[in-house]
């Protein structure tokens, strides 16, 4: 009876022994390199490519008064070198308010650093080290490339293990999170998601493609956990300013040594968002939207504030307004809006009453407005375009849906504000819009930004 198990056994390990030679064939076939081992060194040269360009950042700051009586403490970070004259690139969170700053080198060296200039509303900031054996970042020279799914890898000092490398996925674009800025001054926010691990530390360093070309900068993460130390951990959702908006910075910040924002001159809102943010949420343009050319008199996208000497924001308001009425006729008020024009109107109103889609109120979505018209997917709504501005100069009209500014996707107001931010003044910007008078084609609009009156 012992004989059978050990057969049984030999026969396992015959099976085995041959199950481990086929795996050892087809991992290296014909004693090439396999699939794993040519990814691994795609991503060796990855680090090899940016390691040059990265450098760690130290901080020192100073409580107190004076500096005899004050305290030191240390702050450290990541940054990268824009080029080989000595300009590195980091957060403006990493340095502010230091009185000394130290840049450490891929090879160890230290070298001195002065700041330059920073814009605190992008979270960028621009210092200066001595130049001399210094290799500059490539940069990717079409971000316009980047896509979600795409492979990423961050470089820096995540809780100061120096020059670390890590990597992951585009999670997604055009985030926003509300971290940069204060209530009264909220900053620009476009970010980069991505799913490589960033913790402190992480905070300015490059985020580059499957290249090794940077495509942003590493900046937070979004978390719940904490530390014990009050920093946060990672999650799995990193945040990164693009490289637009870092370009634009820079640039600036080394001809000028500060940084002006262009401006276009819209409000917008979400398509999810009620008709009666068209006009800015100004309540007295709160009414009624026509959403058909086929009431006589009236026009689709006419806003109906008034029936008479009565204000109505509600269909039943006007139903009820329209049935007081003997002969059929009433005066209304209306805005009109190509250019908020508003002005009366005596509209004999049909018999029987309109069809409930032809006539909004200002509760309903203005997706279920444009939507009749085949409005694209996503996108953002102008509510306001003001007069005297660039948007007024190139022919953006409220209820606009702007799509793409410089082919670029436009899917919310901070995306839309961080692009037009990306560009100084005087920069010109290419805008995709879609208007529901002319729905079946896309318009692309050239605008010439003016500074931004408060920033």
């Not at 290296?28 to 990814?39: K, Y």
């Not at 980047?146 to 100061?160: I, K, N, R, T």
């Not at 980069?192 to 937070?220: C, E, F, H, K, Y």
């Not at 290419?430 to 920033?455: M, V, Y």
Request: hydrophobic share 40%.
């Amino acid at each position: 009876m012992i004989g059978i198990p050990r057969l049984l056994d030999g026969a396992q390990a015959r099976a085995d022994r041959a199950q481990v030679h086929q795996a050892s064939m087809l991992l290296s076939p014909n004693g090439g390199p396999n699939i794993l081992e040519q990814f691994s060194n795609a991503t060796r040269q990855v680090a090899r490519r940016v390691r040059p360009s990265v450098v760690h950042i130290t901080a020192v700051h100073e409580r107190g008064e004076g500096r005899r009586n004050g305290v030191e403490f240390v702050g450290s970070g990541s940054g990268w070198l824009w080029d080989a004259d000595g300009h590195v690139v980091t957060n403006w969170h990493v340095v502010e308010d230091a009185h000394r700053i130290e840049v450490q080198l891929h090879n160890g060296a230290l070298r001195t650093a002065t700041l330059v200039g920073s814009d605190p509303l992008t979270d960028i900031a621009l210092l200066k080290i001595a130049s001399g054996g210094l290799i500059g970042a490539t940069r990717s020279p079409d971000f316009r490339n980047v896509e979600q799914g795409d492979l990423v890898f961050a470089f820096g000092s995540p809780l100061d293990f120096r020059f670390s490398m890590s990597s992951g996925l585009i999670s997604g674009l055009g985030r926003s999170a509300g971290i940069i800025g204060t209530w009264r001054q909220p900053g620009y926010e476009d970010f980069i998601q991505v799913d490589a691990a960033i913790n402190p530390g992480n905070s300015g360093g490059p985020l580059t493609d499957a290249r090794g070309r940077l495509i942003g900068m590493n900046t937070a993460i979004a978390t719940r956990d904490e530390a014990p130390d009050g920093t946060g951990r990672f999650n799995g959702i990193g945040l990164a300013i693009p490289l637009p908006m870092i370009e634009s910075a820079i640039g600036q910040l080394i001809d000028t040594g500060s940084v002006q924002k262009g401006f276009l001159g819209v409000r917008v809102a979400q398509p999810s968002g009620s008709l009666g943010l068209l006009g800015g949420g100004d309540r007295s343009k709160l009414g009624i939207v026509v959403a058909t050319d086929a009431i006589k008199g009236l026009r689709s996208g006419d806003v109906i504030l008034a029936c008479g000497d009565q204000r109505v924001v509600q269909e039943v308001e006007l139903r009820d307004a329209w049935q007081a009425d003997e002969d059929g006729t009433v005066d209304l008020s209306i805005l009109r809006y190509d250019g908020l024009n508003e002005r009366m109107e005596s509209v004999n109103l049909p018999d029987p009453w309109p069809q409930a889609e032809a006539l909004l109120d200002y509760e309903d979505t203005l997706w279920s407005f444009l939507s009749q018209f085949s409005a694209p997917p996503g996108g953002v709504v102008v509510t306001i375009c003001q007069a005297n501005t660039p948007a007024q100069a190139c022919g953006l009209h409220v209820g606009d849906i702007i799509l793409q500014i410089n082919g670029r996707d436009i899917r919310s107001h901070a995306q839309l504000s961080s692009s037009i931010s990306s560009i100084p003044p005087g920069g010109t910007i290419d805008i995709e819009t879609w208007r529901w008078q002319n729905p079946g084609s896309t318009t692309t609009r050239s605008a010439t930004l003016a500074k931004h009156p408060n920033r």
